[in-house]
Protein backbone atom coordinates (compact mmCIF):
# COMPACT_ATOMS: atom_id res chain seq x y z
CA UNK A 1 0.00 0.00 0.00
CA UNK A 2 1.26 3.69 -0.97
CA UNK A 3 1.43 6.36 0.96
CA UNK A 4 -0.87 9.16 -0.27
CA UNK A 5 0.58 11.35 -2.11
CA UNK A 6 2.05 14.59 -0.62
CA UNK A 7 0.19 17.11 -2.22
CA UNK A 8 -3.02 15.38 -1.71
CA UNK A 9 -2.33 16.37 2.57
CA UNK A 10 -1.87 20.42 1.09
CA UNK A 11 -5.26 19.78 -1.38
CA UNK A 12 -7.36 18.41 1.85
CA UNK A 13 -5.95 21.48 4.16
CA UNK A 14 -7.07 23.64 1.84
CA UNK A 15 -10.58 22.76 1.71
CA UNK A 16 -10.60 21.81 5.83
CA UNK A 17 -9.50 25.88 6.02
CA UNK A 18 -12.73 26.74 4.00
CA UNK A 19 -15.11 24.59 5.83
CA UNK A 20 -16.06 25.79 9.48
CA UNK A 21 -16.09 29.17 8.49
CA UNK A 22 -18.93 28.38 5.81
CA UNK A 23 -20.39 25.88 8.61
CA UNK A 24 -20.35 29.01 11.06
CA UNK A 25 -22.21 31.09 8.49
CA UNK A 26 -24.61 28.53 8.57
CA UNK A 27 -25.14 28.80 12.22
CA UNK A 28 -25.83 32.25 11.53
CA UNK A 29 -28.39 32.46 8.98
CA UNK A 30 -30.65 34.35 11.67
CA UNK A 31 -28.75 37.09 11.99
CA UNK A 32 -27.76 37.09 8.60
CA UNK A 33 -31.57 36.91 7.84
CA UNK A 34 -32.43 39.99 10.26
CA UNK A 35 -29.65 42.20 8.60
CA UNK A 36 -31.08 41.17 5.28
CA UNK A 37 -34.78 42.39 6.73
CA UNK A 38 -33.57 45.80 8.20
CA UNK A 39 -32.16 46.28 4.41
CA UNK A 40 -35.08 45.10 2.29
CA UNK A 41 -37.25 47.57 4.59
CA UNK A 42 -34.87 50.67 4.21
CA UNK A 43 -34.69 49.85 0.16
CA UNK A 44 -38.88 49.63 0.50
CA UNK A 45 -38.85 53.19 1.99
CA UNK A 46 -36.67 54.34 -1.21
CA UNK A 47 -33.59 53.81 0.77
CA UNK A 48 -30.13 53.57 -1.04
CA UNK A 49 -27.08 50.84 -1.12
CA UNK A 50 -24.17 52.70 -0.14
CA UNK A 51 -21.06 50.47 0.39
CA UNK A 52 -17.15 50.72 1.14
CA UNK A 53 -14.01 48.76 1.90
CA UNK A 54 -10.35 49.07 1.40
CA UNK A 55 -7.70 46.85 -0.94
CA UNK A 56 -9.91 44.22 -2.58
CA UNK A 57 -13.01 45.55 -0.10
CA UNK A 58 -13.18 48.61 -2.35
CA UNK A 59 -13.64 45.97 -5.22
CA UNK A 60 -15.99 44.46 -3.91
CA UNK A 61 -18.10 47.39 -2.80
CA UNK A 62 -17.84 47.79 -6.46
CA UNK A 63 -18.78 44.46 -7.01
CA UNK A 64 -21.60 44.66 -4.47
CA UNK A 65 -23.05 47.90 -5.76
CA UNK A 66 -23.12 46.52 -9.59
CA UNK A 67 -24.95 43.67 -8.75
CA UNK A 68 -27.72 45.75 -6.90
CA UNK A 69 -28.26 48.18 -9.91
CA UNK A 70 -27.71 45.50 -12.43
CA UNK A 71 -29.01 42.17 -11.37
CA UNK A 72 -27.35 39.06 -12.77
CA UNK A 73 -30.96 37.13 -12.18
CA UNK A 74 -32.56 37.85 -15.23
CA UNK A 75 -36.80 39.35 -13.58
CA UNK A 76 -34.98 40.56 -10.63
CA UNK A 77 -35.48 44.40 -9.53
CA UNK A 78 -32.91 46.66 -9.60
CA UNK A 79 -31.96 48.63 -6.67
CA UNK A 80 -30.33 51.63 -5.92
CA UNK A 81 -26.38 51.53 -4.69
CA UNK A 82 -23.05 53.26 -5.28
CA UNK A 83 -19.27 52.38 -4.10
CA UNK A 84 -17.57 55.23 -2.53
CA UNK A 85 -14.53 53.05 -3.93
CA UNK A 86 -15.03 53.82 -7.54
CA UNK A 87 -14.20 57.22 -8.37
CA UNK A 88 -10.65 57.70 -7.65
CA UNK A 89 -10.81 61.50 -7.91
CA UNK A 90 -12.93 61.74 -5.07
CA UNK A 91 -10.98 59.29 -2.51
CA UNK A 92 -7.62 61.38 -3.38
CA UNK A 93 -8.69 64.04 -2.70
CA UNK A 94 -10.21 63.91 0.35
CA UNK A 95 -7.38 61.61 1.41
CA UNK A 96 -5.10 64.93 0.57
CA UNK A 97 -6.92 67.36 2.33
CA UNK A 98 -8.93 65.26 5.18
CA UNK A 99 -6.67 62.28 5.49
CA UNK A 100 -7.42 58.50 4.36
CA UNK A 101 -8.96 57.76 7.69
CA UNK A 102 -11.99 60.57 6.51
CA UNK A 103 -12.38 58.72 2.54
CA UNK A 104 -15.77 57.28 3.58
CA UNK A 105 -17.00 59.67 6.23
CA UNK A 106 -17.00 62.74 4.20
CA UNK A 107 -18.80 61.26 1.30
CA UNK A 108 -21.51 59.96 3.21
CA UNK A 109 -21.54 63.42 4.92
CA UNK A 110 -22.57 64.58 1.43
CA UNK A 111 -24.52 61.81 -0.34
CA UNK A 112 -26.46 59.67 2.01
CA UNK A 113 -29.55 60.03 4.49
CA UNK A 114 -31.31 58.51 7.00
CA UNK A 115 -33.28 56.04 4.62
CA UNK A 116 -30.21 55.06 3.39
CA UNK A 117 -27.93 51.47 4.05
CA UNK A 118 -24.27 51.93 4.77
CA UNK A 119 -22.14 48.57 4.47
CA UNK A 120 -18.32 48.27 4.84
CA UNK A 121 -16.49 45.73 4.54
CA UNK A 122 -12.80 44.80 6.68
CA UNK A 123 -10.91 41.62 6.47
CA UNK A 124 -9.33 42.03 9.70
CA UNK A 125 -12.12 45.03 11.24
CA UNK A 126 -9.02 46.96 11.68
CA UNK A 127 -9.62 49.67 9.33
CA UNK A 128 -9.76 53.28 10.50
CA UNK A 129 -11.26 54.60 7.93
CA UNK A 130 -14.13 52.42 8.13
CA UNK A 131 -15.44 52.84 11.69
CA UNK A 132 -15.26 56.69 10.75
CA UNK A 133 -17.77 55.51 7.65
CA UNK A 134 -19.77 53.61 10.33
CA UNK A 135 -19.81 56.49 12.89
CA UNK A 136 -20.86 59.00 10.44
CA UNK A 137 -23.71 56.77 8.75
CA UNK A 138 -24.98 56.39 12.52
CA UNK A 139 -24.90 60.18 12.85
CA UNK A 140 -27.13 60.36 9.56
CA UNK A 141 -29.69 57.66 10.72
CA UNK A 142 -28.32 54.94 8.21
CA UNK A 143 -28.89 51.27 8.36
CA UNK A 144 -25.58 49.97 9.13
CA UNK A 145 -24.22 46.36 8.37
CA UNK A 146 -20.34 45.09 8.52
CA UNK A 147 -18.62 42.28 6.45
CA UNK A 148 -15.62 41.26 8.97
CA UNK A 149 -13.28 38.76 9.26
CA UNK A 150 -11.20 37.72 12.36
CA UNK A 151 -12.45 38.57 15.43
CA UNK A 152 -14.48 41.40 14.06
CA UNK A 153 -12.11 43.89 15.79
CA UNK A 154 -12.49 48.12 15.86
CA UNK A 155 -15.44 47.90 13.00
CA UNK A 156 -17.39 44.53 15.36
CA UNK A 157 -17.09 46.56 18.73
CA UNK A 158 -18.11 49.86 17.13
CA UNK A 159 -21.39 51.60 18.58
CA UNK A 160 -22.01 52.31 15.38
CA UNK A 161 -23.10 49.20 13.40
CA UNK A 162 -26.57 47.48 13.56
CA UNK A 163 -25.59 44.58 12.30
CA UNK A 164 -21.91 42.44 11.81
CA UNK A 165 -21.41 39.78 9.89
CA UNK A 166 -18.59 38.08 10.55
CA UNK A 167 -16.40 34.97 8.30
CA UNK A 168 -14.76 33.17 11.12
CA UNK A 169 -10.98 33.10 10.00
CA UNK A 170 -8.01 34.85 10.13
CA UNK A 171 -7.01 33.74 6.85
CA UNK A 172 -7.58 36.88 4.74
CA UNK A 173 -7.67 34.60 1.35
CA UNK A 174 -10.82 32.81 3.26
CA UNK A 175 -11.96 36.25 4.96
CA UNK A 176 -12.67 37.31 1.16
CA UNK A 177 -14.63 34.43 -0.39
CA UNK A 178 -16.76 34.36 2.98
CA UNK A 179 -17.85 37.42 2.17
CA UNK A 180 -18.24 37.10 -1.27
CA UNK A 181 -20.82 34.32 0.01
CA UNK A 182 -22.51 36.56 2.42
CA UNK A 183 -23.22 39.19 0.28
CA UNK A 184 -24.44 37.11 -2.81
CA UNK A 185 -27.02 35.70 -0.02
CA UNK A 186 -27.66 39.60 1.36
CA UNK A 187 -28.73 40.35 -2.76
CA UNK A 188 -30.83 37.01 -2.70
CA UNK A 189 -32.61 37.39 0.57
CA UNK A 190 -33.28 41.65 0.12
CA UNK A 191 -34.98 40.11 -2.77
CA UNK A 192 -37.01 37.55 -1.35
CA UNK A 193 -38.07 40.21 1.93
CA UNK A 194 -39.36 42.65 -0.95
CA UNK A 195 -40.85 40.29 -2.88
CA UNK A 196 -43.24 40.03 0.61
CA UNK A 197 -43.27 43.40 1.42
CA UNK A 198 -45.89 42.12 4.37
CA UNK A 199 -42.95 40.71 5.82
CA UNK A 200 -40.88 44.50 5.96
CA UNK A 201 -43.35 45.71 9.48
CA UNK A 202 -41.48 45.55 12.64
CA UNK A 203 -44.08 42.79 13.72
CA UNK A 204 -42.48 40.61 11.46
CA UNK A 205 -39.05 41.33 12.22
CA UNK A 206 -39.42 40.32 15.65
Not at 99 to 104: A, I, K, R
Amino acid sequence: MTDRHPLAARVDAAFARRRRPLETLLDDAEPVARACHAMAARFHRGGTLVVFGNGGGSTDAQHISVEFVHPVIVGKRALPALSLTADVATMTGIAARAGFDEVFAHQLRHLAGPDDIALGLSVDGHCPNVVRGFERARDLGMLTVALVGGDGGAVARSAAVDHVLRADSDDPRVVKEVHVTIYHVLWELVHVFLEHPGALTEKAAS
